[in-house]
């Protein structure tokens, strides 16, 4: 399935820039699009975390900017600037700890970019991001992997998070993914690692039960990628055969006629 998200204009858009924001591409000068500017906001470890725990913000972004500006939505709004800083990957990136997370407030997080010539004009916001805290409902899911926790590199599993006590939502973490998808029942391709899953009510999405116990999923190498290489082995010691049956018939037939050339004379 797959779905299309539209990307809204904001009013806060950054200024065009020869070299900083304007593109060469096979020596044609384009706009970048919107989702070339906005920034990429993640969290470190993982979204899900424990009340009074800590986690750490990530704004990064292809686009070379100068400094990230990063809001807390809500109640109690927060900002701050962060000077970026270069990635070895090309990409500029600035980190936020962000400490004693509590279940008393929502954590919506946002970020921008701007060049530090031009404060005012900001980047199209990234998209938002809320921390969710685990262990706030007296329940824990289970989860399970159909048709088993083995799978051919590019097969398809079924993982499935079920309750006994009724919830609105699942969320499926991967441990060490930075940006967790929702779902009650999500086909991982080729994902190995360990999952776990969480609950929710639709009334305090952020507030999540105990996780599950973890899953491990396995990606073993294709059976079909084994017989093509089996194949080609197969194939190989054919040819050597008869390269070798080759070479020994024409030796034999090039001594029979020296013997008969001796004859003669």
Request: with cysteine; proline share 9%.
């Amino acid at each position: 399935v797959t779905v299309a998200l539209g990307v809204p204009v904001s009013a806060h858009w950054p200024s065009v820039r020869a070299g900083h924001v304007r593109q060469t591409v096979e020596g044609v000068r384009r706009a970048p699009l919107l989702s070339e500017l906005k920034p990429r906001l993640s969290a470190l470890p993982s979204p899900v975390v424990t009340s009074g725990g800590n986690v750490t913000l990530q704004c990064g972004s292809g686009q070379r900017y100068d400094r990230f500006v990063l809001t807390k939505e809500g109640g109690h709004h927060l900002t701050w600037t962060l000077d970026s800083q270069r990635h070895p990957s090309g990409q500029v990136q600035a980190l936020l700890p962000i400490g004693l997370v509590t279940s008393g407030q929502r954590w919506i997080f946002r970020c921008y970019g701007y060049y530090r010539s031009t404060p005012q004009l900001w980047s199209v916001p990234s998209d938002p991001l809320e921390l969710q805290l685990s262990g706030q409902l007296p329940v824990t899911p289970s989860l399970s992997v159909q048709p088993g926790p083995t799978v051919s590199s590019g097969g398809n599993v079924t993982l499935l998070c079920q309750s006994r006590i009724k919830m609105d939502t699942f969320l499926l973490c991967k441990e060490g993914a930075a940006d967790p998808p929702p779902a009650s029942e999500s086909r991982v391709p080729t994902l190995g690692g360990t999952y776990r899953c969480y609950g929710s009510h639709s009334s305090s999405p952020y507030l999540l039960s105990w996780p599950s116990a973890p899953l491990d999923l396995v990606v073993s190498a294709s059976p079909h990628r084994d017989h093509i290489v089996e194949n080609v082995i197969r194939m190989g010691l054919a040819g050597l055969v008869l390269l070798v049956l080759g070479i020994l018939l024409f030796g034999t037939r090039h001594s029979q006629r020296g013997t008969q050339d001796a004859g003669r004379r």
